[in-house]
């Protein structure tokens, strides 16, 4: 674990007790990166040459990854003002759940961050900027999760469908391109319920990749979400949402959100 990365789990163990927020124009999370190596990073200055760049790149990612389903990234400027974008919306939202999202993202990640790298998480989408490329990049620095306060009643039986759902749904959003690596399905768990999952991974790296980011979120269920009826596993290049009622493509207001929840890092 690098320093960087030591710092802000200790950083997100003090969030400890912070409240996934239920409004979807809250983040649920965002890292402004504001120390590496344990020092401080300079941040950009208000209307630099790279500020000016990011003001550009971030419409330009919202309205193109709202037509692009709902993944986007392109970078903006010349070297050192050079500023990488990207946007990941959830592979069901509409585009203009998207569309709002992204925007909410862009204007939120601008009034909370002054870094030349940060990420910025949403219910439906998260964006991210950089000055450094790091559209390939297949490892996850942060993970964080939520979960639901409910058990679940009968939880092997729970367990079992909701394992191999995930298994089932990290194969097909891996290795079936035309899913454009987001799955979602459904297993009964008794005779008359059913548990509900979504997986995606950023659709520039591997299958292999996707899958083994995947198998990492999977097995942090147990730390996470251990006899819920509902939970998240989210990280920078992959996530994935199980609940107990269908959660896909609901509409914006009065959707079944999980519980507020605390949430935790690695
Ligand atoms: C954080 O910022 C430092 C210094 O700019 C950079 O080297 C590092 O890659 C950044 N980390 C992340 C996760 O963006
Ligand atoms: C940056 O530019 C905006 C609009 O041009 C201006 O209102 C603001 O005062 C400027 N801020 C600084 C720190 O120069
Ligand atoms: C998005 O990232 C991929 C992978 O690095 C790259 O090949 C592609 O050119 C990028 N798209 C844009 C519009 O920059
Ligand atoms: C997008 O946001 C606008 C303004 O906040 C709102 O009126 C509209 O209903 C939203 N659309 C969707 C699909 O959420
Ligand atoms: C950078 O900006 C953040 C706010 O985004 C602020 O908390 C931090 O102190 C600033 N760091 C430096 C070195 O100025
Ligand atoms: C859920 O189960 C945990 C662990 O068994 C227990 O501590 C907790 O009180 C239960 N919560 C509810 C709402 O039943
Ligand atoms: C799942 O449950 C439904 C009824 O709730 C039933 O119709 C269906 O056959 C079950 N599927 C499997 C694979 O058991």
Same mark, same amino acid.
């Given at each position: 674990?690098?320093?960087?990365?030591?710092?802000?789990?200790? *950083? $997100?163990?003090?969030?400890?007790?912070?409240?996934?927020?239920?409004?979807?124009?809250?983040?649920?999370?965002?890292?402004?990166?504001?120390?590496?190596?344990?020092?401080?990073?300079?941040?950009?200055?208000?209307?630099?040459?790279?500020?000016?760049?990011?003001?550009?790149? @971030?419409?330009?990612?919202?309205?193109?990854?709202?037509?692009?389903?709902?993944?986007?990234?392109?970078?903006?400027?010349?070297?050192?003002?050079?500023?990488?974008? $990207?946007? *990941?919306?959830?592979?069901?939202?509409?585009?203009?759940?998207?569309?709002?999202?992204?925007?909410?993202?862009?204007?939120?990640?601008?009034?909370?961050?002054?870094?030349?790298?940060?990420?910025?998480?949403?219910?439906?989408?998260?964006?991210?900027?950089?000055?450094?490329?790091?559209?390939?990049?297949?490892?996850?620095?942060?993970?964080?999760?939520?979960?639901?306060?409910?058990?679940?009643?009968?939880?092997?039986?729970?367990? #079992? /469908? @909701?394992?191999? *759902?995930?298994?089932?749904? /990290?194969?097909?959003?891996?290795?079936?391109?035309?899913?454009?690596?987001?799955?979602?399905?459904?297993?009964?768990?008794?005779?008359?319920?059913?548990?509900?999952?979504?997986?995606?991974?950023?659709?520039?790296?591997?299958?292999?990749?996707?899958?083994?980011? @995947?198998?990492?979120?999977?097995?942090?269920?147990?730390?996470?979400?251990?006899?819920?009826?509902?939970? #998240?596993?989210?990280?920078?290049?992959?996530? *994935?949402?199980?609940?107990?009622?269908?959660?896909?493509?609901?509409?914006?207001?009065?959707?079944?959100?999980?519980?507020?929840?605390?949430?935790?890092?690695?």
């Amino acid at each position: 674990m690098s320093p960087f990365h030591l710092y802000l789990s200790l *950083l $997100l163990l003090l969030h400890l007790f912070f409240h996934i927020p239920t409004s979807y124009t809250e983040p649920l999370r965002f890292e402004c990166n504001n120390t590496h190596d344990g020092k401080p990073v300079t941040n950009y200055t208000l209307n630099s040459t790279f500020h000016t760049n990011l003001k550009l790149l @971030l419409p330009s990612l919202s309205s193109n990854a709202a037509l692009n389903r709902g993944f986007y990234n392109t970078s903006i400027g010349q070297d050192p003002n050079k500023v990488y974008g $990207l946007v *990941l919306c959830r592979g069901d939202a509409t585009p203009d759940i998207c569309r709002n999202c992204t925007n909410f993202a862009s204007d939120g990640i601008l009034s909370r961050c002054q870094s030349r790298s940060s990420v910025i998480w949403y219910d439906y989408c998260q964006l991210q900027y950089s000055d450094t490329n790091f559209f390939l990049s297949s490892t996850t620095p942060w993970w964080f999760w939520a979960w639901s306060m409910y058990n679940v009643t009968d939880p092997e039986p729970f367990k #079992r /469908a @909701l394992g191999n *759902l995930m298994t089932d749904l /990290a194969n097909r959003a891996a290795y079936e391109p035309w899913r454009g690596m987001f799955a979602t399905g459904e297993r009964n768990y008794s005779a008359s319920n059913k548990v509900y999952g979504l997986v995606q991974c950023k659709p520039v790296i591997s299958g292999d990749a996707c899958h083994k980011c @995947l198998e990492d979120a999977i097995s942090k269920l147990p730390e996470c979400c251990d006899w819920k009826i509902g939970g #998240r596993v989210i990280g920078e290049v992959c996530n *994935l949402r199980f609940e107990v009622t269908n959660f896909f493509g609901e509409t914006l207001v009065g959707g079944p959100a999980p519980s507020p929840a605390p949430t935790v890092a690695l």
